[in-house]
């Protein structure tokens, strides 16, 4: 199944000008340059929706897009990123968090990681948060083209290990090669209730 339109609706710095919510919605979550951008594009099989950046913390805003009318794809600024003033990081988190405790129709909300790095104590405050919302998510470990196939396994263990969540719901994926994207778009749309 393919994307036809999409839509870019509208960037949201503030919480108060967030969309009234309607169509059902996935998110994407991550720390800065995991490649939440990159990954929005390879799900959709589209080069240039999100904007990708190899400055770590260039998406700033709630960036969202409609798909074929039917559900709402969200971009969240990237946040941990340390080079950002406390004052810039305290506001995105203010908006991301605005966001995801809003009564909103959210029925995935993606977890991305860089398969390559050590789960360090931002990652774990990042998942505590996700469980603690109680909503249905996902972990995307990204960038495995840069992992040696044989570094693969004991990667995710340490992952797993961190996550504690069903190994189902953990996917590897390369938005450079394009290995794994079609498993992750297949469990958005049976999120969203989609053949
Ligand atoms: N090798 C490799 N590079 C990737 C992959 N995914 C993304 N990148 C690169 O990682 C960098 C960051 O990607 P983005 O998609 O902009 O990351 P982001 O999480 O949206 O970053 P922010 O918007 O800053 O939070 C870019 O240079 C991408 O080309 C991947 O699977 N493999
Ligand atoms: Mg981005």
Known sequence: MNFREIQFVKSVVRP??????GLPEVAFLGRSNVGKSSLINAVLGRKKIARVS???G??????????????????????GFA?????????WRRLVEGYLSAPRPLRLLILIFDIRREPDPLDR????????????FIAVLNKIDR??????PRARKR???????????????SCRTGEGILP?????????KIR
């Open 125 to 136: 405050g990042l998942l505590g948060y996700v469980k603690s919302l109680e909503r249905p």
């Open 159 to 173: 992952w797993e290990a961190t996550l504690e969540i069903p190994p189902e719901e953990i996917f590897l994926t």
């Open 184 to 192: 992750v778009k297949f469990r958005i749309l049976e999120a969203l």
């Open 54 to 56: 190899s400055t770590p």
């Open 83 to 91: 080079r950002v003033p406390p004052q810039v990081q305290r506001s």
């Open 147 to 152: 992992l040696r196939k044989g570094e693969i």
């Open 58 to 79: 260039f998406t700033r805003a709630l960036n969202f897009f409609r798909i074929d009318h039917r559900f709402l794809v969200v971009d969240l600024p990237g946040y």
């Open 16 to 21: 108060e000008d967030l969309p009234v919510p």
